[in-house]
């Protein structure tokens, strides 16, 4: 995947840009990419939980051949609030398998990356269920994102899909009793087939720097 | 000549069932129509007298355990009440809120004879707040880390937070110098309760703890977590000196009684939060079960030692009934 400089750089070789400057290209660039960063609201934080496991292997699959669940891809870029690409963070998940259950003996449904050089992670996984107990905890997956001189992020993921939402996350979000704001409630986009439905979930994340 | 397992065994459970049909409901305090109690949020006071908990229509109220009559309740004018604890004298009552959801909260002390306000104190937002022995000093925990409060001097003395994530739960020393912690990066943390300096650490485990207390005079400390362990450790050395047979059960709470020789301990179901808790009154020294007790439908909230017995609150239906073990 190309960064965002790489772009520019095939945009100044195709003609799409040019430079009419005299200062030089590479100037020019870095200057027009700083232009183009929106500042970004921090990541709002979520609490970790009773159910997170040290040492957790680096693994971006989390879905087993033969698992249950409707399959679920999760990506999205680290950024900090001054809307910098973060490539040094480390994304640390853990869920529930689809039937609401934490792994407590070992690292099913937990995972590790570092994010690359565009601040770009992945995993593969399942939709988590919900609590057994019938709570009105929502279906989520929880992040603790941790990068050099920024301020560690622990937060969760929701799904606008969970059944407890009603279809109208923004205004039935707090009926989840952790949750606090409908941000952390992603769109779930429907990918694959009616004999196999996947699911995809963007979320970026951002952290404040120290 | 070695009774056979199954013997024992018959013997054990035999033993187990008299003992939970000797625990004993005390007294009962019937709740507001249309209203429960939050399942994490209730206090005994150390005399036995008073019973607190929050409400799910977020009023904070208080029993006479001798009468089952409401005493005061308290509208959360501030923000969503979030704990309260009484003081080791029974003297105080701590009730928190919390103002803005991950950035700030507010603890409240009472004086609970004439409901005076004695403390207003800005905090992190928390779900667990406690009393140092002495009942001068007060430290909290929650998402965002642990601070103590000298409450004379009004001030806080330090704050204290893991490198990440916050702190489950957490104890006074019994002679208060030390605060220990149970942090969500797994492990436990043993500071100094007058600067806030570590004074050691512990991990253990691969799982968060959820609970801790000292016993032994302050010479040991009851870690309880989620994996169903309940390890002994050393406060000075950081070290585990000796662990509890496991229990089928996520461990919720922990509490050592003044001769630092029993404990009660509070399960979970591993089928989630709130569906059955249990409590185990242990022998600290010996590792062995001296009661268990366990009833369909009934949830038990919180509990303190008086005496030589443990007295514990159970909600069933709209009832709050306060138990007591041998």
Redesign the interface.
């Given at each position: 995947m190309l960064n965002r400089r790489d772009v520019l750089q095939k945009c100044i070789a195709l003609g799409a840009v040019s430079i009419a400057s005299q200062f030089s290209a590479e100037e020019m660039l870095a200057a027009f990419q700083e232009s183009e960063k929106q500042p970004r609201k921090p990541t709002?934080?979520?609490?970790?939980g009773?159910?997170?496991?040290?040492?957790v292997p680096v693994n971006d699959v989390l879905r087993a051949p033969g698992d249950s669940g409707i399959p679920l891809n999760l990506s999205g870029q680290v950024f900090d609030t001054r809307g910098d690409i973060v490539p040094g963070a480390i994304i640390e998940i853990w869920q529930t398998n689809h039937k609401?259950y934490y792994d407590?003996e070992g690292y099913r449904y937990r995972g590790k990356v570092n994010v690359n050089k565009s601040g770009a992670y992945s995993f593969e996984s399942v939709i988590p269920g919900h609590?057994?107990?019938?709570?009105r905890i929502c279906q989520h997956i929880h992040y603790?994102v941790?990068s050099p001189g920024h301020k560690?992020l622990?937060t969760q993921l929701y799904f606008a899909t969970d059944p407890v939402f009603d279809g109208d996350p923004a205004k039935n979000y707090s009926r989840d009793p952790l949750l606090?704001t409908p941000e952390l409630i992603r769109p779930v986009i429907l990918t694959g087939d009616p004999s196999e439905v996947h699911a995809k979930v963007r979320f970026e994340l951002c952290l404040e720097r120290l | 000549m070695r009774p056979n397992i199954a013997v024992f065994l018959l013997f054990f459970s035999m033993s187990i069932t008299v003992l939970a049909q000797s625990a004993r409901q005390e007294k009962a305090i019937t709740l507001p129509a249309g209203v429960s109690v939050d399942i994490a949020s209730a206090s005994v006071s150390p005399t036995g007298n008073l019973v607190a908990a929050i409400c799910s229509d977020d009023m904070l109220r208080i029993w006479s355990a001798q009468s089952g009559e409401l005493v005061r309740s308290l509208k959360a004018n501030t923000g969503a009440h979030s704990a309260v604890q009484f003081s080791g004298d029974g003297r105080l009552l701590a009730v928190a809120y919390e103002i803005v959801a991950y950035e700030k909260g507010t603890i409240q002390v009472f004086d609970v004879d004439s409901w005076k306000l004695e403390d207003d104190l800005t905090s992190l937002p928390l779900y667990a707040v406690i009393f140092s022995p002495d009942s001068r000093r007060l430290s909290d925990a929650g998402d965002l880390g642990t601070e103590i409060w000298d409450l004379k001097a009004q001030k806080k003395v330090a704050s204290m937070s893991p490198p990440f994530g916050g702190s489950a739960a957490l104890a006074f020393s019994p002679d208060g110098r030390w605060v220990a912690t149970a942090d969500q990066d797994t492990f436990v943390r043993v500071y100094d309760a007058s600067t806030g300096n570590l004074h050691s650490s512990l991990q253990g485990s691969l799982l968060e703890p959820a609970a801790v207390a000292f016993a032994a005079g302050g010479k040991s400390l009851v870690v309880g977590r989620v994996d169903k362990t309940v390890s002994i450790i050393d406060p000075d050395a950081g070290k585990v000196i000796r662990a509890l047979p496991k229990q089928p059960g996520l461990i919720w709470s922990i509490d050592v009684a003044a001769d630092g020789k029993r404990a009660v301990i509070g399960y979970n179901s591993a089928e989630g939060f709130s569906d059955i808790h249990h409590l185990t009154l242990w022998d600290l020294d010996k590792g062995t079960v001296l009661a268990d007790f366990q009833k369909p439908g009934i949830i038990v909230t919180g509990g303190t030692f008086v005496g030589d017995h443990y007295l514990f609150l159970a909600a069933s239906g709209n009832q709050l009934t306060l138990w007591s073990l041998p």
């Open positions: 709002p934080p979520n609490t970790m009773p159910f997170y496991k040290r040492l609401g407590l609590y057994p107990d019938k709570s603790a941790v560690p622990v606090q | -």
